[in-house]
């Protein structure tokens, strides 16, 4: 009888090695892409659903934070009290307490002037004469990251959100806006108004090119299984069309 009894406790014992690790995803308002505009407060959109699909294939629970501040997001990561956040930005070698996944690529940001400037750009130093708009702790481009670098800070003005880069663009308080077009195109679905004050330029593709993005995996995960799942997995989204799927044109999927 006494083996009879220890053998459902040996099971009991046994299961929660078994069970799915749970990774948080520390994650930030980024329109077109998360939203947090619901009465609960929690992320919904496009990455939401890409996240979740990479969990279920890669065999980890998801716990997703409630709207946090980028900055607060990457500090998190490095000490570990969240594990993943998505959509990173990669600078030089990056940050040593964080495993960097690559997923896609971005297009690169795009300049937004007011409507009646006219002028084209060809070379991404013709920024250094102008007065820039950008988001707050929103990185850019490495070949445009050297001509802003070069620039004194006060032609730099870093605002909250795209939304207010674009209407002090459209006040012309400033030259331009240095925005990810698919920002933009969620804020102009929701402030229409904007869309006749501003324009957009592009930099020709050889010389601004696509940028990767990547899921950054804390370090004190120490989960690197998990790390191969999750590298194998979006290999496959990729290849079966899941991140097409999901994202549409948002992303140039890597492999």
Same mark, same amino acid.
């Given at each position: ?11 009991? !014992? ?12 520390? !994650? ?14 929690? !992320?919904?959109?496009? %990455? @939401? ?18 709207? %946090? ?30 495993? &960097? ?22 070379? /991404?130093?013709?920024?250094? %004469? ?13 070949? /445009? ?17 795209? &939304? ?9 308080? /400033? ?6 077009? %698919? ?17 957009? @330029? ?5 010389? @601004? ?37 999901? &994202? ?8």
């Amino acid at each position: 009888m006494l083996r009879l009894l220890l053998l459902p406790a040996c099971f009991i !014992a046994v299961l929660p090695l078994y069970a799915s690790p749970q990774l948080k995803w520390c !994650a930030w308002e980024f329109p077109g892409s998360v939203s947090f505009n619901n009465p609960a407060r929690e !992320a919904e959109g496009v %990455t @939401v659903d890409f996240m979740r699909e990479l969990a279920r294939r890669a065999g980890f629970e998801l716990a997703i934070s409630k709207a %946090t501040p980028p900055g607060r997001c990457i500090k998190e990561l490095g000490d570990g009290s969240s594990d993943l956040v998505v959509g990173l930005i990669k600078t030089g070698e990056g940050r040593q307490d964080i495993d &960097y996944i690559p997923y896609g690529a971005r297009h690169p940001d795009r300049v937004y002037l007011a409507a009646d400037d006219n002028r084209k750009l060809e070379q /991404v130093a013709e920024l250094s %004469t102008m007065t820039l708009a950008a988001i707050r702790n929103f990185g850019f481009h490495p070949d /445009v990251t050297v001509v802003i670098d070069a620039m004194p800070p006060h032609q730099i003005i870093r605002v909250n959100s795209v &939304y207010s880069a674009l209407e002090v663009v459209a006040k012309k308080r /400033v030259t331009a806006a240095l925005l990810p077009s %698919t920002l933009v195109s969620a804020v102009l679905q929701e402030h229409p108004q904007l869309r006749e004050k501003i324009r957009e @330029v592009s930099f020709p593709v050889s010389i @601004v090119k696509p940028q990767r993005t990547y899921i950054g995996l804390s370090k004190h995960c120490q989960c690197p299984q998990l790390t191969t799942a999750i590298q194998t997995s979006l290999q496959q989204m990729t290849a079966d069309g899941s991140i097409k799927a999901i &994202y549409g044109d948002r992303i140039i999927p890597l492999f």
